[in-house]
T-cell receptor, first 113, second 111 residues
Framework: KAGVTQTPRYLIKTRGQQVTLSCSPISGHRSVSWYQQTPGQGLQFLFEYFSETQRNKGNFPGRFSGRQFSNSRSEMNVSTLELGDSALYLC????????????FGPGTRLTVL | KNQVEQSPQSLIILEGKNCTLQCNYTVSPFSNLRWYKQDTGRGPVSLTIMTFSENTKSNGRYTATLDADTKQSSLHITASQLSDSASYICVVIPRDYKLSFGAGTTVTVRA
C-alpha cells in the first residue's frame, strides 16, 4: 500500500505571497491532519479533516486554511506569507478515530525569503 | 508553559547500550499518549500508542511505560543500534484532540 505523499517536497516563496501544499493520504484513510514543525517550536497541530469537514483546529491564524476533497486528498493554503512561516509542513493520515495510528508523509519544506 | 516536557534534550550513547527517555505531561484527561521516532529530514513514525488505562507497550526494542498517577511516560531503547539515532517525540492526545507535543529528545548512537 502506498504511503502518504506530499507535494511539493521543497518550496521557496517570498513574503506576502501565498502557497498551497498538497497531501494524498493512504488509500482508505479518511482523516488527514496537518502539522507545522520548526526548530524553535517543535511540532504544532494545524488542523484535521475528516470526510471533507474540518474536525479539529489548532491555534494558528486565519492565514492558514485547508480543505479536503471527496477522495480524501487534502490541501493546505497559507496566505500573506511571513518569514516565520518557514517550516516543515507535515501531513498525516489515519483511519479516523482518535486512537488510530497516524502515518506521516515526508513533509514539504517551505522557505520564505 | 508546554504541557508536555521531555528530557533529556539530547543524549549520546554507545551502540549496544540501553537508554531511557522521559516525558512528563500535565494534559488531563487524555485519550492516548504516543511516542514517535523522527529521522532527520523525514516525517515521524509511530512507535507506540497507549491509552490512559495501559501502563506498558512494546514495539521490538522499544518499550514505553505510562504512569497516569504521576503523569509520566518513558521510552526505553534496548541494545541500541546506529539506526536508532533520531529524534523521539512524546505526544499527548486529549479527548478534545488538542494535541500537545513534547520538544523531543535527540538520540545519537555512536559505534
Amino acid at each position: 500500500k502506498a504511503g502518504v505523499t506530499q507535494t511539493p517536497r521543497y518550496l521557496i516563496k517570498t513574503r506576502g505571497q501565498q502557497v498551497t501544499l498538497s497531501c494524498s493520504p493512504i488509500s482508505g484513510h479518511r482523516s488527514v491532519s496537518w502539522y507545522q514543525q520548526t526548530p524553535g517550536q517543535g511540532l504544532q497541530f494545524l488542523f484535521e479533516y475528516f470526510s471533507e469537514t474540518q474536525r479539529n483546529k489548532g491555534n494558528f491564524p486565519g492565514r492558514f486554511s485547508g480543505r479536503q476533497f471527496s477522495n480524501s486528498r487534502s490541501e493546505m493554503n497559507v496566505s500573506t506569507l511571513e518569514l516565520g512561516d518557514s517550516a516543515l509542513y507535515l501531513c498525516a493520515s489515519s483511519l479516523g478515530t482518535v486512537n488510530k495510528e497516524q502515518f506521516f508523509g515526508p513533509g514539504t519544506r517551505l522557505t520564505v525569503l | 508553559k508546554n504541557q508536555v516536557e521531555q528530557s533529556p534534550q539530547s543524549l549520546i550513547i554507545l551502540e549496544g547500550k540501553n537508554c531511557t527517555l522521559q516525558c512528563n505531561y500535565t494534559v488531563s484527561p487524555f485519550s492516548n499518549l504516543r511516542w514517535y521516532k523522527q529521522d532527520t529530514g523525514r516525517g515521524p513514525v509511530s512507535l507506540t500508542i497507549m491509552t490512559f488505562s495501559e501502563n506498558t507497550k512494546s514495539n521490538g526494542r522499544y518499550t514505553a511505560t505510562l504512569d497516569a498517577d504521576t503523569k509520566q511516560s518513558s521510552l526505553h531503547i534496548t541494545a541500541s543500534q546506529l539506526s536508532d539515532s533520531a529524534s523521539y517525540i512524546c505526544v499527548v492526545i486529549p479527548r478534545d484532540y488538542k494535541l500537545s507535543f513534547g520538544a523531543g529528545t535527540t538520540v545519537t548512537v555512536r559505534a
